[in-house]
Structure formats: C-alpha cells, structure tokens
Nanobody, 123 residues
Framework: QVQLVESGGGLVQAGGSLRLSCAAS????????MGWFRQAPGKEREFVAG???????YYADSVKGRFTISRDNAKNTVYLQMNSLKPEDTAVYYC?????????????????WGQGTQVTVSS
C-alpha cells in the first residue's frame, strides 16, 4: 500500500509563493510518474503539473511559467513550487501517483492519492 502525504499549503496574498511537498511511502517511487491536481469548490478536479519517472515535466496552460514541479527520488518526495499566485489558484491541491512512468492528465490513470492540502490566495 502506497501512502502520499502533502504539506505546505496555506494562506498567501496574490503575487506570493508557496511550495507544496508530497512524501510517498514505498520502495519503487522512482519508477512512477507523479502528478499534482487541484479542485476548487464546485469544480472538477483538474491537472496542474506532472513529472515522469525520467524527469520530464508537463504543466496546465494556466500555470505554465509560474509553477515548477520537481522530484527527489532519494527522499521519495515530489514538490510543487508555486510563484506569482493568483486568487484563481485557490483550491485543494492533491498529489497522485500515476500507474505508469509517463504523465497523463486524466485522473483515472492515477492509482494513489494524497489527502489534499488547502491553498488560499487572497486578492
């Protein structure tokens, strides 16, 4: 059983920064792609960023140039650095493990999910 634990959410003013972390249990972390998703009230969960097992990164158009995903396989941890935050970035952010090595934006291809961390950006 894989467990994912997110941390780093909080309240920040527009234009500020936050770094989210997601610590994973298990010995095969490096073999899987990882993704960050978010869900705002009344909206569907959406893809934010993903990183393949080989380190290739992918971003939603809405966060390109502002967010950076990275991973540290030695620590079984994936990060999401969020800069120039906007009120529309407010959501619960989830990390998820892909059931494969490549990034896919559809939630159905992720088999393990964290509990989520709240990010609130005030205007």
């Amino acid at each position: 059983q894989v467990q994912l634990v997110e941390s780093g959410g909080g309240l920040v003013q527009a234009g500020g920064s936050l770094r989210l972390s997601c610590a994973a249990s298990g010995r095969t972390f490096s073999s899987y792609a990882m993704g960050w998703f978010r869900q705002a009230p009344g909206k569907e969960r959406e893809f934010v960023a993903g990183i393949s097992s080989g380190g290739n990164t992918y971003y939603a158009d809405s966060v390109k140039g502002r967010f950076t995903i990275s991973r540290d396989n030695a620590k079984n941890t994936v990060y999401l650095q969020m800069n120039s935050l906007k009120p529309e970035d407010t959501a619960v952010y989830y990390c998820a493990r892909r059931s494969g090595s490549s990034v896919i934006t559809n939630t159905r291809y992720y088999d393990y999910w964290g509990q989520g961390t709240q990010v609130t950006v005030s205007s």
